[in-house]
């Protein structure tokens, strides 16, 4: 018994809750929106109504509860009132989030209810392909909010409902440590008459060899329960990964080699014919150079034309909704359709669940990866940089795909993707010792698509490009000046698929882009303390996406928003 | 430093075994759908006739030049029932135009001549083909009434005795399934009864409908007419059950679910409702039942019909044909 377990009582004391006492405990945010739009269109429009005033206050309230040491419960509520509601009328009563966890006999952690939960970047992993360059100033406040509406943070976690269990063993020799995990969520009920109850589960098992070495087998699975429905025809959706890094520390630097590959099976029970199945391989190599604070990496991928794993290929966003911020506009009521912007405009066009169908993306937005890394039919180079100065003065990333189609779509064919993204971080407040927090932030994200032929039809040639400037200069203590510069252009065409319910594609429709929408913003955010902030922000909007129909808007919003 | 080279030179094999995928395209051929349009075989069918009673099946062939959204219209040149069968593709195929007697709007087919029409999007081509219904298919439930009998000693009704009174079943060719149907049409002005008619389980010999006990699985059917002009017609269904089994159904003490359709179309239509979906209704607003609250399908002793019409909008009028019960899913006339 020289291999005896450590069960890990350093791990388990981390999750030791209620240390300061309380068995009781309020959690929670509150937050209050007032804004008023006025919006004018280029086509003639008496019938939309310019002018728009709304809001909401809502309190998101959870109590906490610590019966012991090693358990916790939180139930939370929300009570949301429209702007103008009161008695009964706008009011809306939801309950927001309910867990248990805890961690039982001092080794198994566990929590049932809610879980927020991941695995790795192709089984399990809630990617953020839509949203391409990062924020600061007025965006990032938009961007908190549409985060917390959806439970989104920033570890790529999926909200779902279910169970989760982990824990770990430690050996004294060869091996340091083999972590367990393992989930199970339930994706839809079935409707006790042809749709059967279907379930999203897996879990994996990390080995850590040494500081070295670590490798991990990770595993999920979507499938309906037989019997739950009169329907005895199953989905399932296999996904098997092998996660490993490989590194080599030293004083000055630290090399590294990490990497994810897999497969994956899509069939149902009764339909073995339209089984899909594929397989993919991401590694890459990394050297960090430790006094120069700069870390470089360079990788191949190659994501199958068949690969599917919805758990890692789910979108935030359907972009087959409608915006709910001026609907429709000119006097023949034309659907407004999503625009860059609304991404950030809008909480409620995010979603918190794993869709088993491929869901809608907007080429003009992510055509490279609409999926994240996960997305299928890519393969190629990539490289990325990342540098930070010991003062943290300057927080660079740049990365750049360039990747091709494994299979053509329609055609024999490959579409060719180039896909650059930088984001610069200015911290002028470290660099002059101020006190006061004075940041610029820069951002770039630069795609083009290519697909040449010698039929006019097959030929694609799509470039868009997203420029982000972000300010915020504190000018008094706790009152912080913001600005930004939102910036979006496209131009060229694609041919995007269309798909049948099973993810097929069946025909074709050409999308002709040309054109570009910014919008400009300020504003002045208040911190009370470090939750509690309010912030009034002025913003205009151009889009000129389609010349025809170019709209503009400007909006005023107060924001106020607590957390507790 | 020699692991990580083995390590880079597996991943680099991995990535060397991949399979080369130039022989394959993912979903139509982008030549084939914008190329030339031409028919390189005409529409036929896979027999001359029919008989969907036996249940026998009839397929179309045909075969174009390029991927092509195409429609397959299928029309009964008696009764007017059409069945319309759509896709995309470059051939008509067994698997994509099998029709085993169904219609997509009404009335029904009947033992009758139909005619076969093959159109395309965008292309002026028209292809014809005849196929002949030996007989009509028939729908799996528990048909309550089709009136093919005319009316049933075992149902009761009330007509009120106001002006232009038509209640009775009529046998003509507008008939949506079979040749008969029931007609409702009056005028009342004192109330917003017209007509009832109450279809008891007992008029086909049963205690109770016999229907699955599970509510989500029994589907209530009935095609109603409407006139288009007139649109102030309601007709109002109650389903009473007998939950204690003793025989009567006790309005104080036992579920009645009911539902309110506003007849405001023209033609005949199909109405499908899931039995668990009915809700109990008291004067036309959602109410909490007056017995266990259950859906008991099972325990249906019988479907109330009501013809309702604001009593200050004058002459009312529709029709009712093929009241029927399925099971697992709605009627697939």
């Known amino acids: 018994m020289k291999f005896f377990i450590l069960l890990l009582a350093s791990f388990t004391s981390l999750l030791t809750f209620a240390q300061d006492g309380k068995k009781v405990q309020f ?56 702007f103008g509601g009161f008695w009964g009328s706008g009011v809306t009563f939801d309950v927001r989030q309910l867990y248990v966890k805890g961690v039982a006999g001092n080794v198994l952690r566990y929590q049932i209810g809610n879980i927020d939960y991941k695995l790795s970047p192709y089984t399990f992993y809630n990617h953020n392909p839509d949203l391409l360059v990062q924020t600061s100033g007025t965006n990032k406040i938009k961007e908190e909010v549409l985060n917390y509406e959806s439970f989104y943070s920033n570890k790529n976690t999926w909200r779902q409902q279910g169970a989760a269990a982990d824990f770990a063993i430690q050996f004294p020799k060869f091996v340091q440590e083999i972590k367990f995990n393992g989930f199970i969520t339930r994706l839809n009920p079935s409707n006790l008459s042809n749709i059967l109850e279907r379930l999203y589960g897996g879990g994996n098992i990390t080995l850590t060899q040494s500081k070295y070495f670590s490798i991990a087998y990770n595993h999920v699975s979507v499938f309906d329960l037989k019997q739950t429905a009169n329907n005895n025809d199953a989905y399932r959706n296999n996904v098997n990964t092998l996660t490993y890094e490989l590194k080599f520390d030293q004083e000055k630097y630290k090399v590294s080699v990490d990497g994810e590959s897999g497969f994956s099976s899509s069939f149902s029970t009764q339909n073995n014919e339209g089984k899909l199945s594929d397989y993919f391989v991401n590694a890459k190599v990394n050297l960090e150079l430790k006094k120069a604070g700069l870390k ?33 506009y000119t006097n023949e009521q034309i659907v407004r ?4 912007y609304d991404l950030y405009n809008d909480p409620t066009l995010y979603n918190a669940s794993i869709s088993t169908k491929i869901m809608a993306y907007n080429p003009m937005i992510n055509n490279v990866l609409p999926y994240g890394t996960a997305t299928f039919n890519r393969r190629g180079l990539y490289a990325g940089a990342h540098f930070s100065d010991k003062k943290k003065i300057i927080l660079a990333d740049l990365s750049y795909y360039r990747l091709s189609e494994v299979r053509g779509q329609g055609t024999f064919e490959l579409r060719k993707f180039n896909y650059l993204n930088s984001n610069v971080r200015f911290n002028f407040s470290n660099l002059m010792k101020w006190k006061k927090q004075q ?10 698509t290519k697909r ?42 694609e041919i995007m698929p269309i798909r049948n319910t099973v993810g097929d594609i069946i025909n074709f429709y050409g999308v002709v882009a040309g054109g570009d929408e910014y919008n400009l ?34 909006q005023v919003m107060l924001y106020y928003i607590m957390k507790f | 430093m020699k692991k990580a080279l083995t390590f880079i030179g597996i991943v680099a094999v991995l990535v060397a075994c991949r399979k080369k ?12 759908l914008n190329g030339q349009f031409s028919v390189i075989t005409s529409l036929a069918s896979s027999k001359d006739s029919v008989d969907f009673s036996a249940s026998e099946t009839v397929f179309f062939t045909a075969e174009f030049s390029k991927t092509i959204a195409w429609k397959l219209d299928i029309i009964g040149l008696t009764s007017g029932a059409v069945k319309t069968i759509e896709g995309t593709g470059n051939a008509l195929t067994e698997s994509v135009s099998l029709w085993a007697g169904s219609t997509t709007s009404l009335p029904l087919f009947k033992s009758e001549n139909c005619k076969v029409q093959l159109t395309f999007t965008g292309e002026t081509d028209t292809l014809v083909d005849y196929v002949k219904v030996l007989q009509p298919k028939t729908n799996a439930g528990y048909v309550v009434a089709d009136f093919e009998a005319g009316f049933n000693s075992g149902w009761t009704y009330f007509i009120q005795s106001g002006a232009d009174m038509d209640f009775q079943v009529k046998s003509d060719i507008t008939a949506p399934q079979g040749n008969a149907y029931y007609n409702l049409a009056g005028t009342v002005d004192w109330d917003w009864l017209i007509g009832l008619v109450n279809f008891k389980a007992t008029a086909g010999g049963n205690p109770t409908f016999p229907l699955n006990s599970n509510p989500n699985n029994v589907y209530f059917n009935v095609m109603v007419w409407g006139d288009g002009s007139l649109t102030n017609s309601l007709v109002l269904f109650q389903f009473e059950e007998d939950e204690n089994g003793d025989g009567t159904f006790t309005a104080a003490s036992e579920d009645q679910y009911a539902v309110e359709i506003p007849v405001n179309w023209s033609g005949w239509k199909l109405i499908s ?11 036309g607003q959602p109410a909490a039942p007056n017995g266990d609250g259950v859906h008991n399908s099972n325990k249906i002793k019988q479907v109330n019909m009501l013809h309702l019409a604001n009593p200050s909008s004058g002459y009312a009028k529709a029709k009712l044909d093929y009241i029927i019960f399925t099971e697992n899913g709605p009627l697939n006339p």
């Open chain 1, 27 to 82: 959690v929670g945010g509150a937050r209050s929106l007032i804004s008023h739009s006025d919006f004018t269109s280029d086509a003639e429009d008496t019938v939309t109504a310019r002018k728009n005033t709304g809001g909401y206050a809502l309190i998101d309230l959870g109590i906490k509860i610590n019966p012991n040491a090693n358990t916790e419960i939180l139930g939370m509520l929300r009570i949301k009132n429209a």
């Open chain 1, 296 to 328: 470089l990496h360079v990788g191949y991928m190659d994501n199958g034309a068949d690969f599917r794993s919805f758990g890692a290929q789910s979108k935030r966003i359907d972009f087959n909704q409608t915006n709910n911020f001026y609907e429709r």
């Open chain 1, 337 to 340: 359709p999503l625009s860059n």
């Open chain 1, 439 to 448: 940041v610029l932030q820069l951002g770039i994200a630069y795609q083009t």
């Open chain 1, 452 to 493: 040449t032929s010698e039929f006019d039809f097959e030929k694609i040639d799509l470039k868009t490009l997203t420029l982000h400037t972000g300010l915020e200069l504190e000018v008094i203590k706790d009152l912080t000046l913001l600005g930004n510069v939102y910036y979006f252009n496209t131009n060229g065409n």
């Open chain 1, 521 to 554: 913003s300020g504003g002045l955010k208040f911190n009370f303390s470090k939750d509690i902030y309010l912030a009034a922000i002025f913003e205009s909007n151009r889009n000129s996406l389609n010349d025809q129909l170019a709209y503009r808007y400007k």
């Open chain 2, 21 to 32: 995928e130039l022989d394959k395209i993912d979903g139509p051929s982008l030549q084939d």
């Open chain 2, 273 to 283: 409702l899931k039995y668990s979906d009915i809700p109990c209704l008291v004067n």
